[in-house]
């Protein structure tokens, strides 16, 4: 390769966008499914939601899923729901391969959220 070439080659590709950096918007489950992470590598706690990113069990690529923390939109309680399952989330972030983290959002009329931690 000639280097004239080799040094249109290199320009092309640090100008074209990057999209490694780009963040996409978390996933929506679907209620009344449970979710199983192997490992957590982050999780959020909002007034409404609680989200989680890890990868799930038998996947290899980590996953961003936003859950709904229970009760109506406005009411305190959401974020002590979600707060119930931060600490379980945080114990599967600090032991990686030792416990499971599963969260069930429920169907929002008849069961609420529930998270569990499961030593592998």
Known sequence: ???LRALALLATLSLAPST????TPPEQPVPGV????????AYTVDLASFDVTGTLVGESTPRTFSFWAGGTSDSASNSVEASRC???ALIAMTRPGRYLFSWNEGNGYTSLPKCTLTRQ
């Open 34 to 41: 449970t979710y199983v992470f192997a490992s957590v590598d």
């Open 20 to 23: 490694a950096g780009a963040k």
């Open 1 to 3: 390769m000639s280097p």
């Open 86 to 88: 931060d600490r379980l």
